[in-house]
């Protein structure tokens, strides 16, 4: 979680939605991947199904999209939600 004040909040937002674009997601044994998986199906839907109640309050701003190379796995890509 980053708190952040309202008057940097829409640059910082902005440089975390690049850096997002560029996350590698994929097997964490590969150097050139940032993000691993979670540990198993119920990890993964436990973390979807907490997404899917912050855009169901209206909070989500962005999420990075899924890899191709990441379609076998437990794989979640990061959001950003607005909570005021």
């Known amino acids: 979680m980053l708190y952040l004040q309202e008057d940097i909040a ?3 937002i902005t440089m975390l939605k690049g850096a997002m674009a560029e996350l590698s997601t994929g097997d964490p044994g590969l150097l ?3 993000l ?38 437990y ?3 990061p959001d950003i939600w607005g909570i005021i």
């Open 10 to 12: 829409d640059g910082m």
């Open 32 to 34: 050139n991947n940032d």
């Open 36 to 73: 691993g998986p979670v540990i198993d199906e119920l990890a993964r839907q436990n973390t979807i199904n907490h997404i899917e109640q912050q855009r169901a309050a209206g909070r989500k701003i962005h999420r990075a999209p899924l890899a191709k190379s990441a379609d076998k796995g």
């Open 75 to 77: 794989f979640v890509t």
